[in-house]
């Protein structure tokens, strides 16, 4: 199926250090999302992904739609504490037709140490 | 502010009490939806609604009911028959055409005893 694998799964990293999490699938997706989870809150868009190969920022965070379209890339420069949280990417699934459903990634638990 | 609304955001109830979770949105979405999210784990699909008076069931339905009488609002209601339900409830709105964003209400954590 349409399974979206996250890595890694858990991230410890000090204050200032850049981090890079990466999503992948056996299936084709036409768009990546990526989302950020606080404790306790709903996720958040980071950054929408319509192109293969488009590399898009937002602040210290960069994205990237892989080539071959089965995987995207999240990378944070210069980590800062409340960068803590979970990171999701999701895509939409092509079996949903109209119905516009999204499948998620497990999601890379990021921990900062100052 | 454009936004979603869940209420509350913490609830208790005990075993064998039907509890609705409220979601309001002022997005203009035509779409809505309602995941349920355990401890360390992603989000699991219950219902979906494209449009008023129309909803669908999700991955892991069971135990749980909707309605979409407005376009702005999609309660759930967390049955008896629900067998585990205390988890952390999320809903989102999305554009029913174009893009894909689905956007996020602050979320209800549910405890039953």
């Known amino acids: 199926g349409q399974q979206l694998n996250q890595s890694p799964q858990s991230m410890f990293i000090q204050e200032g250090e850049d981090v890079s999490m990466n999503c992948t699938s056996s299936?084709?997706?036409?768009?990546w999302l990526w989302y950020k989870q606080e404790p306790g809150e709903g996720p958040v868009l980071l950054i929408a992904?319509?192109?293969?190969?488009e590399l898009t920022s937002n602040g210290r965070l960069t994205a990237q739609f892989g080539i071959t379209r089965k995987d995207s890339f999240l990378n944070i420069s210069a980590s800062i504490p409340s960068d803590v949280g979970i990171y999701f990417c999701?895509?939409?699934?092509?079996?949903?037709?109209?119905?516009?459903?999204?499948?998620f990634g497990s999601g890379t638990q990021l921990t900062v140490l100052p | 502010d454009g936004g979603i609304t869940q209420s509350p955001k913490y609830l208790f109830r005990k075993e064998g009490q039907n509890v609705t979770l409220s979601c309001e949105q002022n997005l203009n979405h035509d779409a809505m939806y309602w995941y349920r999210q355990d401890p360390g784990q992603g989000l699991r699909l219950i219902y979906y609604?494209?449009?008023?008076?129309?909803?669908q069931k999700g991955d892991i339905a069971e135990g749980y009911s909707v309605s979409r009488e407005k376009k702005e609002s999609f309660p759930l209601t967390v049955t008896s028959a629900q067998k585990n339900p205390t988890a952390f409830y999320l809903c989102?709105?999305?554009?029913?055409?174009?893009?894909?964003?689905?956007?996020f209400g602050p979320g209800t954590r549910l405890t039953v005893t």
């Open positions: 299936s084709i997706f036409n768009t």
């Open positions: 989102a709105s999305s554009a029913r055409q174009g893009r894909y964003e689905q956007y």
């Open positions: 609604s494209q449009i008023v008076n129309d909803f």
């Open positions: 999701a895509g939409p699934l092509l079996t949903s037709g109209s119905a516009r459903q999204l499948t």
């Open positions: 992904l319509y192109k293969a190969g």
